[in-house]
C-alpha cells in the first residue's frame, strides 16, 4: 500500500445540458484531466449531479419532488459512468453525491465512492440541513462508514455533516486519516460553515480533510441555483504542515481541479511526535466534571 499520493478535488461549474452524451463527455473531460495531473484519488461535491436535471423538462426543473423522481431514471447511468471511468484510469473517484430512493420511497443522499474495481460502497448523508428536512423531504442516513482503499481508509462526511464532530471522530477511530467532505453551499456563509468544520475536524483528529464544492449559477434550478465554494485540502495545524492548516485552495467560485500531495503515513507521525497530542487527547475533555 502507498500512503503519498496525489489527490484531486473539484469546483465543480453546474452547467445546463443538452442530452446524456454532453454530460458523459463533460465528465470524462474533468476525469481524463485530474488523472493527467497525477491524481489517484479525484473528489467531485454533493449534489453535482443535480446539473441532470437540465436534461428534463420545465415542469420537472420547477418540482423539487419531481427532480427527485426523475433522476431515478438516470441513476444506473450515473454510478455505471463514475465505475467505468475508475476502472479505465485504475483511479479512486468520489462521485460528490446523488439522491437515492429507498424501498419505503423516501430518498437518501449518497455518496458513491468508486475504485479500480469498481464501486466500493457509498455513504449516506447523516445530518440534514433545514431545506432538505423542510422543503426537500430528503431523508437520512444512520450508518457511518469508511472504507478501505490501496491508499489508505477514507471517511465521508456529507456538507453539513463535517460540522458535527462525532461523525469524524468515529471514522478516524476507526482507522481512517482521510475525510473527504463533498459540499454544496448557496451563501457565502454556509461555504465558511463547512470550511471552518473541515478545519476543526483536521485539527482535532490530526487527519487530512478534503472538501470539494459546487460553483456557479443554475436560475433553472429549484435546488442547486447558486453555487458558492472553493475547494481545498486541510491539515494538522503542526510540525511538517502549514501554519494555516491549508495545503491547497482553489480560488473563490472558480472552475477548477484543485490538486495535493498527501502522505498518510505523516498522520500517523504527528499524531506520535507533534507539538499537541489533539487525537490522542480526545478523551480527555470527558473527564472534565461538567463534560456530559
Known amino acids: 500500500m502507498s500512503t503519498a499520493f496525489r489527490l484531486a478535488t473539484a469546483q465543480y461549474d453546474i452547467g445546463t445540458l443538452p442530452d446524456w452524451a454532453t454530460y458523459e463527455a463533460k465528465i470524462r473531460h474533468w476525469v481524463e484531466d485530474a488523472v493527467a495531473g497525477g491524481a489517484a484519488l479525484l473528489v467531485f461535491p454533493e449534489y453535482f449531479s443535480m446539473e441532470l436535471v437540465s436534461l428534463f423538462g420545465d415542469d420537472v426543473r420547477k418540482s423539487l419532488s419531481g427532480q427527485l423522481e426523475a433522476l431515478q431514471s438516470l441513476a444506473p447511468g450515473f454510478q455505471q459512468l463514475f465505475s467505468d471511468l475508475a476502472r479505465t484510469h485504475k483511479v479512486y473517484i ?133 453555487n458558492i465554494g472553493a475547494a481545498a485540502v486541510y491539515t494538522p495545524v503542526d510540525y511538517g504542515f502549514p501554519d494555516n492548516g491549508v495545503l491547497a485552495i482553489g480560488d473563490l467560485n472558480a472552475t477548477q481541479w484543485v490538486y495535493a500531495d498527501i502522505d498518510l503515513a505523516a498522520i500517523e507521525h504527528i499524531r506520535r511526535t507533534g507539538q499537541v497530542f489533539n487525537y490522542r487527547d480526545w478523551p480527555l475533555q470527558f473527564r472534565h466534571p461538567d463534560a456530559p
Open 94 to 226: 468520489v462521485a460528490g453525491s446523488y439522491p437515492i430512493r429507498q424501498p419505503d420511497g423516501s430518498f437518501r443522499n449518497r455518496a458513491y465512492l468508486m475504485g479500480p474495481d469498481g464501486l466500493i460502497g457509498f455513504q449516506d448523508k447523516l445530518q440534514m440541513t433545514r431545506f432538505e428536512n423542510e422543503q426537500w423531504f430528503i431523508a437520512s442516513g444512520d450508518v457511518i462508514k469508511t472504507f478501505d482503499t490501496d491508499l489508505g481508509r477514507i471517511g465521508i462526511n456529507i456538507c453539513y455533516d463535517s460540522e458535527f464532530p462525532i461523525i469524524a471522530r468515529r471514522q478516524v477511530e476507526a482507522g481512517a486519516n482521510l475525510i473527504i467532505v463533498p459540499s454544496c453551499t448557496d451563501t457565502t456563509a454556509g461555504y465558511w460553515r463547512v470550511r471552518i468544520g473541515c478545519q476543526a475536524r483536521a485539527l482535532e483528529n490530526q487527519c487530512y480533510v478534503v472538501q470539494s464544492p459546487t460553483v456557479g449559477l443554475a436560475p433553472w434550478s429549484e435546488a442547486v441555483d447558486v
